[in-house]
């Protein structure tokens, strides 16, 4: 068992650390709006960087242009990006476009329509699943699509949509038979965002600075071809790449980790108060050790499901852990920081606020921490 980074992997992680140190994190206060957008040229320079770097398109398969690095690779690079707030937390473009798995499945004639000009920069999608009455349990969800000759009729509500006050189309989720729920009932259908009766009714300001969306589809009439696989198998299609994302979710939050736990041992040796450092009391002390042993386990979790996924192995149970320890760890981690750095913390002079708020957002988006612990706890059950 070999715990060492390849050699190729030691320097890609390496060099984007330079280049986040030198180039992003000087600069960070400076290029994000308060609705978490990036402002006019920020965007540009940051994409240059990456494609100086050989990381553009990093997550795009190579036949279609990208540099097809496998899962461990990926989460060294979002884990090392995520130590800067220079971009939003959800903002992906800066190493390409943000492609959904589900496209590179698609028959010829729709790649056509979705997935080539989501590659050319043309079309933008959103993942539509969330209702008000169906997050963590997609089963009950109230969105129907009913057969009707050639064409699906949906009706329903998908609320905390990211991304859909700008996308093209979306990966739409609805129940084709309510009575089987998420077990054969749920289908996968590609819907234009300007297809009469879908209608974008609110837009929520969160904690994170986004804006996700609630919309409204009534009486949408989509054609049979724009569902995605057979009928009933969408919660399938789902469930397949979720623990992409789920990884996806525990590197970025080692990068928070390592960037707040770097900044408390700077500052805990910099701040004196009452004749010394707080480096040199025991309570800040035993803050540091937490989070630094913490941060080494979940590091050890998420490489290992990444290892494991690029194996091909069966790594679900691995990703529910890591990111439901991962999160859970840079949320401790980012309140430690801001328990030693004190009211300087609050403000947003200093990132650590920024990254607070976006580990309290991640341990309910991408499954909520308490449906991780329900899932591995039936795999402990089954298991013992």
């Not at 010829?108 to 209702?131: A, H, I, N, S, W």
């Not at 803050?287 to 690029?310: I, T």
């Not at 988006?365 to 706890?377: F, Q, S």
Request: glycine residues 8%; neutral net charge.
């Amino acid at each position: 068992m070999d715990f060492t980074l390849p050699e190729e992997l030691r320097m890609m992680r390496e060099n984007i650390r330079r280049y986040v140190d030198r180039e992003m994190i000087p600069i960070e206060r400076e290029t994000v709006t308060e609705h978490e957008e990036l402002r006019p040229g920020a965007l540009e320079k940051f994409q240059g960087g990456m494609k100086k770097l050989g990381l553009w398109m990093f997550d795009v398969p190579e036949e279609h242009g990208g540099q097809g690095l496998g899962i461990l690779a990926r989460c060294i690079i979002w884990e090392e990006l995520a130590r800067t707030i220079a971009i939003p937390a959800r903002h992906s473009s800066i190493t390409g476009p943000s492609v959904r798995a589900i496209l590179y499945e698609l028959p010829e004639d729709m790649k056509e329509k979705y997935l080539y000009p989501v590659l050319r920069g043309e079309k933008t999608c959103c993942f539509g699943q969330t209702e008000p009455d169906a997050g963590s349990d997609p089963g009950s969800m109230r969105t129907t699509a009913t057969r009707d000759g050639d064409h699906y009729v949906i009706n329903g509500v998908k609320r905390f949509i990211t991304g859909a006050a700008h996308a093209s189309f979306i990966q739409l989720m609805a129940a084709t038979d309510r009575s089987k729920g998420s077990k054969g009932g749920i289908s996968c259908f590609l819907v234009d965002m300007d297809t009469p009766g879908v209608k974008i009714t609110a837009r929520y300001q969160t904690m994170m600075g986004d804006r996700p969306c609630e919309i409204v589809f009534d009486n949408v009439r989509v054609p049979a071809t724009q569902r995605v696989g057979a009928e009933g198998e969408g919660f399938k299609f789902g469930q397949k790449w979720l623990g992409v994302g789920r990884l996806h979710h525990g590197a970025r939050a080692l990068g928070v980790a390592e960037r707040c736990l770097e900044m408390a041992a700077s500052y805990s040796k910099q701040r004196v108060t009452f004749g010394q450092p707080l480096s040199q009391r025991q309570s800040i002390q035993f803050m540091l050790v937490d989070s630094y042993v913490e941060l080494k386990a979940a590091r050890l979790m998420v490489w290992e499901a990444a290892c494991k996924m690029d194996k091909g192995e069966d790594v679900r149970n691995d990703c529910y852990i890591a990111k439901m320890y991962a999160d859970e760890m840079a949320f401790r981690v980012a309140d430690r920081c801001m328990q030693i750095h004190g009211g300087i913390a609050l403000t947003t002079d200093l990132p650590i606020e920024r990254m607070w708020r976006q580990q309290r957002s991640y341990r309910i988006t991408e499954g909520a921490t308490e449906v991780m612990k329900m899932v591995i706890a039936r795999h402990v059950l089954k298991s013992y």
